[in-house]
Structures are given as C-alpha cells and as structure tokens.
C-alpha cells in the first residue's frame, strides 16, 4: 500500500475492514500464504463467500491472490497479505477526508 491515501482510498479500507470475516482472514494470512480451500475449511465457509470477500481486501490493496502449480500438476490460488499501515488517528481522518465528496442518495 502507498505511502498517502485519498479519502476514498481511506473510505474503500474501511469498509473492507468492516467485516468479521474479513478481518478474520487478514489475521489468518499475517505471515503466511495459504490457498483458498484451506482458507475455507479454516473460516468454515464456502469458497464463493470466501472470494466474496476475498474480492473486497483485494479491491482495496490488502491483500492479493497468484495461482501456483502443486507437485500434482493441479493450479491452486493462493492469497497473501500485503503489508499495510493506516496511522487511524483523529488528526490522520481530519486531513484526509476533508476533500471527501458525500454522494447524496437518489430518492
């Protein structure tokens, strides 16, 4: 992740890290890859919800998937974290979303 953030960088972070499960797979990949099946039996949940959110932290820059061979031949999609560091202080949040854009809801 680069050094500054936009607003909406800070906004997509955010909500990426907004979710247990999300959360829940960054502290699982913190230090070691691991490959999507096992991921899931690990989460207890299914591989399309896995990519679900998996799809979410990699939007965002947190995390990022590669496919490597096993020794059978098989592709297999593995996920590891990216180092990240977000100083979440007052002072970090007034300065970046001061040019933060509110879209208003269509009624």
Request: no cysteine.
């Amino acid at each position: 992740m680069k050094e500054t953030i936009t607003s909406d960088e800070l906004l997509t972070v955010l909500e990426a890290l907004s979710n247990p499960y999300r959360l829940k797979i960054i502290a699982i990949l913190y230090g070691k890859k691991q490959y999507v099946s096992e991921l899931a039996r690990e989460l207890g949940i299914s591989r399309p919800l896995l990519y679900m959110h998996l799809r979410k932290l990699e939007g965002a820059g947190l995390v990022q998937g590669h496919l490597e061979l096993s020794e059978s031949g098989k592709a297999m999609k593995y996920y590891e974290l990216n180092s990240f560091s977000i100083p979440l202080n007052d002072q970090f949040i007034a300065q970046t979303a001061i040019n933060l854009m509110i879209k208003r809801r269509k009624e």
